[in-house]
Structure formats: structure tokens, C-alpha cells
């Protein structure tokens, strides 16, 4: 098994050339001959993700969100991305992200929400070319009111809180969704006819709405960790005998920390 072997079996579900132009998706360290003992799939690559894939004999990680994002002009490793820029070079680790490219297809991070809510007749956001978009749109089994919508949401998503806007009254019967920052996307939400539009890095002026239409930030991490499980279930699909795991301690690994 190689590098390419498994990065196929990613963009089989997830193409490269779909990726947005401001983001690195893709092959970040490592050669595509490289030979694989196994995969370790996590929601960002830290130094303790690279060390817990070496202890599991892994020596290729997968993550949704990229390692090198922006430019980088030194690697230091007393900051996060320099230590585990080193590790992974060190260990022999092949790094892959899986960012935008897993956004914009229909089963990937917004179709994960729209499943969590159960949500019916869903479609993209925002339509793409050749059969990928933005985003997902749907409607709800039976319509709400904006409390039972907070209570929905949090249960579905498994979350301690939620930042909204105030609670509409009602009915809410469609409900649109974005994993990530998607406060950029909120008049696309209401111009689709959306009731609710949850998403995550929502800033403080985006939460005064008009009447009759609803915010929710449910974290980024939230939004989006899904997908960790739906890429490994699409590398073990294409190998199922290949060692693939996803990273321990995966849901608490998220940075941002809730004080209550």
C-alpha cells in the first residue's frame, strides 16, 4: 500500500481539484510512492497526533483541517504547527488534509449536519459545478418552534451550549446548514427560504436577523468532526483490510474550551 493508494481512495469521495482556491487540501509532507503500514484520521494534525500514530504504527495521518494553511517562513517548534511540522518529518509521517474538498460534496461535513437533524429533500446550498456545492438545505419531519429548535439541535449535535439569536416562535419546517465558518453565508440561507441557519463562527453583528429567521453557532469543531469517521469509512470501504484508525481521545481534542 502507498501514500497514492490511499490518498486515491480519499479523493475518490472528496476530489482535489474541487478544493477552494484560498485553501490546501492535499498531500502536505510525504512522496506518493511511499509505502503505507497504516492510517491514523484526525480533525487537525498536532504533534500528539503524529506521536499517537507512531505508537499505533501509523506512519500517515489524515485530517480535515490542513496543517499548512497559510504561508509559513520559519518552523518553530515552540509553536503548535512548527512542532508538529517537525514530528512528522522526524517519524516519517505522510500528512493529508482533506479540508474544502469534504465540504463541498453532498455526504461530507454539511451533509453529516443535515443527517444529524434528520433533516428531508435536502439539497446543496449552494449549487456547484459538475454535481458538488455548499452547504445543505432541507426540511424538517415536523415543523418547531425556536426553543424546541435549540433543544433539537443540542441534543442532535451533543452540545453543552449553543450561541443564537432569539428563538422565533415558529413554525420552523426548513433549516439550512454549513459546517465551519459560515457567517459569510447567512443571506444565501434566507434567500433559499430558510427558517434556521446553523453554522459556526458566527460573528456578534451577524446575529441581529430579520423577523421570522434564526441563527445558530454551534462551534467549529462541532460542525465539522464528523467527518473524521466518514473519511476512514471511505478509505475502509476501498481497503478493508487495511489498518485504519481514528485518533484517540478524538472529541476532546477540540481547542476551544467551554467554562460554565
Not at 453565508?185 to 451577524?206: N, P, T, V, W
Not at 471511505?234 to 481534542?253: D, M, T
Request: with cysteine.
Amino acid at each position: 500500500m502507498t501514500v497514492q493508494d490511499i490518498i486515491s481512495a480519499v479523493e475518490e469521495f472528496a476530489p482535489l481539484c474541487i478544493q477552494e482556491s484560498w485553501d490546501n487540501s492535499g498531500l502536505i509532507i510525504g512522496r506518493p510512492q511511499d509505502t503505507v503500514s497504516g492510517v491514523m484520521l484526525g480533525f487537525d494534525c498536532t504533534r500528539e497526533l503524529v506521536e499517537a500514530a507512531v505508537a499505533a504504527g501509523c506512519n500517515m495521518v489524515i485530517t480535515h483541517h490542513p496543517l499548512i494553511f497559510k504561508g509559513i517562513r520559519s518552523i518553530n517548534e515552540d509553536c503548535p504547527v512548527g512542532a508538529a511540522i517537525s514530528a512528522a518529518i522526524r517519524s516519517g509521517v505522510a500528512v493529508y488534509a482533506a479540508h474544502t474538498t469534504a465540504d463541498k460534496v453532498r455526504e461530507g461535513v454539511s451533509g453529516a449536519m443535515a443527517a444529524k437533524l434528520g433533516l428531508q429533500d435536502v439539497s446543496f446550498l449552494e449549487d456547484g459545478p459538475e454535481g458538488f456545492g455548499l452547504g445543505c438545505i432541507g426540511n424538517l419531519a415536523k415543523p418547531v418552534s425556536g426553543s424546541e429548535a435549540l433543544a433539537m439541535v443540542k441534543e442532535a449535535f451533543g452540545l453543552r451550549l449553543i450561541r443564537s439569536s432569539k428563538p422565533i416562535d415558529g413554525p420552523i419546517s426548513r433549516v439550512a446548514v454549513l459546517g465551519g465558518s459560515g457567517g459569510g453565508e447567512i443571506g444565501l440561507a434566507m434567500r433559499a427560504g430558510a427558517q434556521l441557519y446553523i453554522s459556526a463562527d458566527i460573528s456578534y453583528h451577524d446575529f441581529f436577523v430579520p423577523e421570522g429567521f434564526m441563527v445558530m453557532d454551534i462551534g467549529h469543531f462541532e460542525s465539522e468532526v464528523e467527518i473524521v469517521g466518514i473519511l476512514m469509512a471511505q478509505i475502509r470501504k476501498k481497503f478493508p483490510n487495511f489498518a485504519v484508525c481514528i485518533e484517540p481521545g478524538l472529541n476532546g481534542s477540540n481547542p476551544v474550551h467551554y467554562y460554565v
